[in-house]
Protein backbone atom coordinates (compact mmCIF):
# COMPACT_ATOMS: atom_id res chain seq x y z
CA UNK A 1 0.00 0.00 0.00
CA UNK A 2 0.61 3.88 -0.02
CA UNK A 3 2.19 5.13 3.20
CA UNK A 4 3.40 8.81 4.01
CA UNK A 5 4.73 9.40 7.29
CA UNK A 6 5.67 12.26 9.16
CA UNK A 7 5.15 13.59 13.20
CA UNK A 8 2.19 14.49 14.39
CA UNK A 9 3.39 17.52 16.30
CA UNK A 10 6.44 19.39 17.04
CA UNK A 11 7.38 22.30 19.66
CA UNK A 12 9.67 24.93 18.59
CA UNK A 13 10.88 28.41 20.09
CA UNK A 14 10.70 31.75 18.05
CA UNK A 15 13.83 32.25 16.06
CA UNK A 16 15.13 28.60 16.24
CA UNK A 17 15.28 26.04 13.29
CA UNK A 18 13.09 23.00 13.37
CA UNK A 19 12.83 20.37 10.69
CA UNK A 20 10.05 18.33 9.47
CA UNK A 21 10.52 14.71 8.34
CA UNK A 22 8.66 12.73 5.92
CA UNK A 23 9.13 9.32 5.08
CA UNK A 24 7.07 8.13 1.79
CA UNK A 25 5.96 4.18 0.26
CA UNK A 26 4.32 5.14 -3.01
CA UNK A 27 3.61 3.63 -5.97
CA UNK A 28 5.65 5.33 -8.52
CA UNK A 29 7.16 8.88 -7.57
CA UNK A 30 6.30 12.26 -9.95
CA UNK A 31 7.36 14.30 -6.78
CA UNK A 32 7.02 15.54 -3.26
CA UNK A 33 5.50 18.42 -1.89
CA UNK A 34 4.91 20.31 1.00
CA UNK A 35 2.04 22.52 2.07
CA UNK A 36 1.50 24.84 4.88
CA UNK A 37 -2.16 24.34 6.52
CA UNK A 38 -3.19 27.07 9.34
CA UNK A 39 -6.17 26.04 11.27
CA UNK A 40 -9.78 26.29 9.55
CA UNK A 41 -7.91 27.60 6.04
CA UNK A 42 -7.34 25.90 3.01
CA UNK A 43 -3.59 24.44 2.22
CA UNK A 44 -0.75 26.56 0.57
CA UNK A 45 1.62 25.49 -1.79
CA UNK A 46 4.90 25.69 -0.29
CA UNK A 47 7.89 23.54 -2.20
CA UNK A 48 8.20 21.15 -4.73
CA UNK A 49 11.38 18.18 -5.23
CA UNK A 50 11.45 16.37 -7.80
CA UNK A 51 15.37 15.29 -7.98
CA UNK A 52 17.33 14.69 -4.95
CA UNK A 53 18.95 17.45 -3.20
CA UNK A 54 18.08 20.85 -1.54
CA UNK A 55 15.88 23.42 -2.64
CA UNK A 56 15.99 26.91 -0.67
CA UNK A 57 13.85 29.20 -0.77
CA UNK A 58 13.71 32.55 1.70
CA UNK A 59 13.79 31.13 5.57
CA UNK A 60 12.21 27.42 4.09
CA UNK A 61 13.86 25.00 2.40
CA UNK A 62 13.08 21.53 1.55
CA UNK A 63 15.30 18.07 1.15
CA UNK A 64 14.78 14.85 -0.92
CA UNK A 65 16.57 11.69 -1.41
CA UNK A 66 14.63 9.16 -3.58
CA UNK A 67 16.73 6.69 -2.34
CA UNK A 68 15.83 6.49 0.74
CA UNK A 69 12.18 7.42 0.40
CA UNK A 70 13.18 10.46 2.97
CA UNK A 71 12.61 14.41 2.75
CA UNK A 72 12.48 17.38 5.33
CA UNK A 73 11.39 20.61 5.23
CA UNK A 74 13.38 23.11 7.20
CA UNK A 75 12.08 26.39 8.62
CA UNK A 76 15.07 28.80 9.85
CA UNK A 77 14.00 32.08 12.04
CA UNK A 78 11.12 30.84 12.89
CA UNK A 79 7.95 33.22 13.28
CA UNK A 80 5.18 33.11 15.16
CA UNK A 81 2.88 32.89 12.17
CA UNK A 82 4.60 29.63 11.38
CA UNK A 83 2.42 27.47 14.04
CA UNK A 84 0.76 25.74 11.37
CA UNK A 85 0.08 22.22 10.20
CA UNK A 86 3.25 21.33 7.24
CA UNK A 87 1.35 18.80 4.69
CA UNK A 88 4.17 16.17 3.02
CA UNK A 89 2.21 14.77 0.08
CA UNK A 90 3.65 12.85 -2.88
CA UNK A 91 2.63 12.35 -6.86
CA UNK A 92 2.21 8.71 -7.71
CA UNK A 93 2.70 7.33 -11.14
CA UNK A 94 -0.96 8.11 -11.77
CA UNK A 95 -0.36 12.01 -11.10
CA UNK A 96 -2.65 11.28 -8.05
CA UNK A 97 -1.85 13.02 -4.61
CA UNK A 98 -0.86 10.84 -1.35
CA UNK A 99 -1.32 13.03 1.75
CA UNK A 100 -0.14 12.80 5.08
CA UNK A 101 -1.52 13.39 7.92
CA UNK A 102 0.26 16.60 9.00
CA UNK A 103 2.83 17.50 11.39
CA UNK A 104 1.59 20.39 13.91
CA UNK A 105 3.93 22.61 14.47
CA UNK A 106 3.50 24.75 17.65
CA UNK A 107 5.94 27.84 18.01
CA UNK A 108 6.91 29.12 21.61
CA UNK A 109 7.85 32.77 22.48
CA UNK B 1 -0.03 32.38 -9.38
CA UNK B 2 -3.04 30.40 -10.12
CA UNK B 3 -6.23 31.03 -8.20
CA UNK B 4 -9.34 29.18 -7.27
CA UNK B 5 -12.22 30.37 -5.50
CA UNK B 6 -14.61 28.23 -3.53
CA UNK B 7 -18.48 29.39 -2.42
CA UNK B 8 -20.00 29.14 0.19
CA UNK B 9 -16.80 29.83 2.55
CA UNK B 10 -19.47 28.62 5.19
CA UNK B 11 -22.80 26.59 5.20
CA UNK B 12 -25.29 25.18 7.70
CA UNK B 13 -28.59 23.48 6.76
CA UNK B 14 -30.83 21.36 8.42
CA UNK B 15 -30.37 17.21 8.42
CA UNK B 16 -32.04 16.28 5.32
CA UNK B 17 -31.78 19.05 3.01
CA UNK B 18 -28.92 19.25 0.13
CA UNK B 19 -25.82 21.73 0.12
CA UNK B 20 -24.48 22.90 -3.09
CA UNK B 21 -20.70 23.98 -3.39
CA UNK B 22 -18.90 25.63 -6.32
CA UNK B 23 -15.38 25.41 -7.31
CA UNK B 24 -13.66 27.78 -9.64
CA UNK B 25 -10.32 28.00 -11.25
CA UNK B 26 -10.39 32.09 -12.12
CA UNK B 27 -7.16 32.15 -13.84
CA UNK B 28 -7.19 29.18 -15.75
CA UNK B 29 -8.68 26.82 -17.04
CA UNK B 30 -8.44 23.33 -15.35
CA UNK B 31 -9.41 19.94 -17.03
CA UNK B 32 -9.10 17.63 -13.45
CA UNK B 33 -10.63 19.07 -10.52
CA UNK B 34 -10.44 17.69 -6.91
CA UNK B 35 -12.77 17.22 -4.61
CA UNK B 36 -11.35 17.12 -0.40
CA UNK B 37 -13.11 16.55 2.98
CA UNK B 38 -11.07 17.24 6.10
CA UNK B 39 -12.48 16.37 9.63
CA UNK B 40 -10.78 18.08 12.44
CA UNK B 41 -7.31 17.65 13.41
CA UNK B 42 -7.24 14.98 10.40
CA UNK B 43 -5.18 14.89 6.93
CA UNK B 44 -7.20 15.61 3.72
CA UNK B 45 -8.97 12.82 2.30
CA UNK B 46 -9.53 12.99 -1.26
CA UNK B 47 -13.12 12.04 -2.21
CA UNK B 48 -12.85 12.36 -6.14
CA UNK B 49 -11.34 13.51 -9.07
CA UNK B 50 -13.62 15.62 -11.40
CA UNK B 51 -12.87 15.70 -15.07
CA UNK B 52 -14.60 18.00 -17.44
CA UNK B 53 -17.37 16.37 -19.39
CA UNK B 54 -16.84 13.20 -17.98
CA UNK B 55 -17.83 11.46 -14.69
CA UNK B 56 -16.24 11.83 -11.65
CA UNK B 57 -13.87 9.42 -10.35
CA UNK B 58 -15.13 8.49 -6.93
CA UNK B 59 -12.54 7.23 -3.96
CA UNK B 60 -13.33 3.62 -2.32
CA UNK B 61 -16.19 4.45 0.64
CA UNK B 62 -17.30 7.76 -1.04
CA UNK B 63 -20.90 7.09 -2.15
CA UNK B 64 -20.98 9.08 -5.72
CA UNK B 65 -25.15 8.98 -5.25
CA UNK B 66 -24.62 10.57 -2.55
CA UNK B 67 -21.51 13.44 -3.31
CA UNK B 68 -22.92 14.23 -6.74
CA UNK B 69 -20.37 16.18 -8.40
CA UNK B 70 -20.71 17.95 -12.11
CA UNK B 71 -17.66 19.37 -14.10
CA UNK B 72 -19.84 21.49 -16.59
CA UNK B 73 -16.98 23.65 -17.83
CA UNK B 74 -12.78 24.11 -17.80
CA UNK B 75 -13.49 26.80 -15.09
CA UNK B 76 -16.33 25.20 -12.62
CA UNK B 77 -16.62 21.75 -10.46
CA UNK B 78 -19.48 21.61 -8.20
CA UNK B 79 -20.06 19.13 -5.67
CA UNK B 80 -23.71 18.79 -4.06
CA UNK B 81 -24.30 16.96 -0.74
CA UNK B 82 -27.54 15.36 -0.81
CA UNK B 83 -29.69 14.42 1.95
CA UNK B 84 -27.26 15.77 4.31
CA UNK B 85 -26.66 14.37 7.80
CA UNK B 86 -24.81 15.51 10.88
CA UNK B 87 -22.14 13.29 10.47
CA UNK B 88 -21.73 14.90 6.91
CA UNK B 89 -20.39 17.72 8.73
CA UNK B 90 -16.87 18.80 7.77
CA UNK B 91 -14.32 21.23 5.56
CA UNK B 92 -14.67 21.05 2.13
CA UNK B 93 -11.79 21.67 -0.05
CA UNK B 94 -11.74 21.66 -4.01
CA UNK B 95 -8.29 22.08 -5.78
CA UNK B 96 -7.64 22.51 -9.55
CA UNK B 97 -4.66 21.17 -11.46
CA UNK B 98 -2.96 23.97 -13.77
CA UNK B 99 -1.98 22.22 -16.78
CA UNK B 100 0.40 25.09 -17.66
CA UNK B 101 2.31 24.82 -14.01
CA UNK B 102 5.62 22.92 -14.57
CA UNK B 103 5.51 21.35 -10.84
CA UNK B 104 1.47 19.51 -11.55
CA UNK B 105 1.05 20.97 -8.50
CA UNK B 106 -2.59 21.55 -7.44
CA UNK B 107 -3.76 24.59 -6.45
CA UNK B 108 -6.72 25.01 -3.45
CA UNK B 109 -9.79 27.01 -3.21
CA UNK B 110 -10.59 28.22 0.46
CA UNK B 111 -12.52 25.61 1.39
CA UNK B 112 -16.08 25.59 2.78
CA UNK B 113 -16.88 24.70 6.04
CA UNK B 114 -20.20 22.34 6.45
CA UNK B 115 -22.33 22.15 9.45
CA UNK B 116 -25.53 20.08 9.18
CA UNK B 117 -27.68 20.66 12.06
Known amino acids: GQNIDQPTEMTATEGAIVQINCTYQ??????LFWYQQHAGEAPTFLSY??LDGLEEKGRFSSFLSRSKGYSYLLLKELQMKDSASYLC??????????WGAGTKLIIKP | GAVVSQHPSRVICKSGTSVKIECRSL??????MFWYRQFPKQSLMLMAT?????????EQGVEKDKFLINHASLTLSTLTVTSAHPEDSSFYIC?????????????FGPGTRLTVL
Open chain 1, 49 to 50: NV
Open chain 2, 95 to 107: SARDPSSGYNEQF
Open chain 2, 27 to 32: DFQATT
Open chain 2, 50 to 58: SNEGSKATY
Open chain 1, 26 to 31: TSGFNG
Open chain 1, 89 to 98: AVMDSNYQLI
